[in-house]
């Protein structure tokens, strides 16, 4: 039987919907949720991003800033433009871009964001409240959104083999950590694979749960998944394809047609993780102005 497919699109909708009531009533208080934007250079597909960052602010009603700045920018241009939103009442959450520039330093920029104010989730300080279990820390956007995927599609991580395909800051490390935690979408037993490690494939087959976060292209194949488990594809590549209008196409790190016959259920790419990372950056925005009227 083909595997379910785990719609990220549609359960990012319910969630922004299920947000609307909320900031209506922060509204009601004299708070209207900020997020503000910061894109260091022109890259096309970090601008796309940015963009649909703040439609989707928009269109649940709250407030966006995007500030550009040109590829060739100090790190002190870029500190005095987040030294700036750290002190603007209304902006409730500030992220930037990544990555940024070679002459710029990404963790001093991390560090410059106020914590308060760490919708990424990137800030030494949240990261260590993440990974300690504290439901103050900022969760980054894009495990927190698989997190959700997986309570909303009714899967028990609860005593799962939990297999993590990839170490970042952004996806791997955090994502385990919320794996870990106690609770609804935790207590699972949670295994971390990266470029070292030996027989992957011997890995990911005792996976309940697989979650590939690696950027290479299907890389995961039919053969490295236990049948009746559940995927979660969280690379978006792109691949030459003549056939498209634009002459690529994207596809994630998981070869989806043949691992689709397989699993118990599976996200798509695109469609699947992509548009949650937004919700999670308008759910933490909202937690972080909550905050401001407690």
């Known amino acids: 039987m083909p595997a379910k497919i785990i719609s990220g699109k549609a359960i990012a909708q319910e969630m922004r919907e299920e947000l609307r009531p909320e900031i209506e009533t922060l509204k009601a208080k ?7 934007v910061v894109l260091v250079g022109e890259d096309p597909a970090s601008q796309v991003y940015v963009r649909m960052k703040g439609k989707a602010c928009e269109a649940v009603g709250m407030h966006s800033e ?3 700045l040109p590829a060739a920018a100090t790190q002190d241009e870029l500190l005095a433009v987040i030294d700036r939103l750290n002190n603007d009442a209304a902006i409730h959450g500030i992220l930037c871009q990544l990555p940024v520039p070679d002459h710029i330093e990404e963790a001093a920029v991390l560090r410059a964001i106020r914590v ?4 990424d989730g990137f800030h030494p300080e949240n990261v260590g409240k993440v990974a300690s279990g504290d439901p103050a820390g900022f969760r980054p956007a894009t495990p927190y959104g698989v997190q959700q995927m997986l309570i909303r599609s009714g899967v028990d991580t ?4 939990a297999v993590i395909v990839g170490r970042s800051n952004i996806v791997g490390r955090p994502m385990a950590s919320l794996l870990l935690q106690r609770g609804e979408g935790g207590d699972a037993t949670v295994t971390v694979c990266h470029s070292r490690t030996k027989d992957l494939g011997a890995v990911t087959r005792e996976a309940d749960i697989l979650i590939v976060a690696i950027g290479k292209a299907d890389l995961v194949t039919r053969d490295m998944v236990k049948p009746g488990a559940v995927v979660i594809d969280v690379g978006v590549n792109r691949v030459d394809d003549p056939s498209k209008e634009k ?14 016959e397989v699993a118990a259920a599976i996200t798509p790419v695109p469609g699947g993780v992509g548009p949650m990372t937004i919700t999670m950056l308008l759910y933490n925005t909202v ?3 909550r905050q401001w009227v407690l």
């Open 66 to 68: 995007t500030v550009v």
């Open 247 to 260: 002459g690529y196409r994207l596809v994630g790190d998981v070869a989806f047609d043949e691992v689709s």
């Open 116 to 119: 308060e104010k760490d919708v």
């Open 287 to 289: 937690q972080a102005a």
């Open 30 to 36: 004299g708070v209207t949720p900020g997020l503000a």
């Open 158 to 161: 609860r005593g799962a083999n």
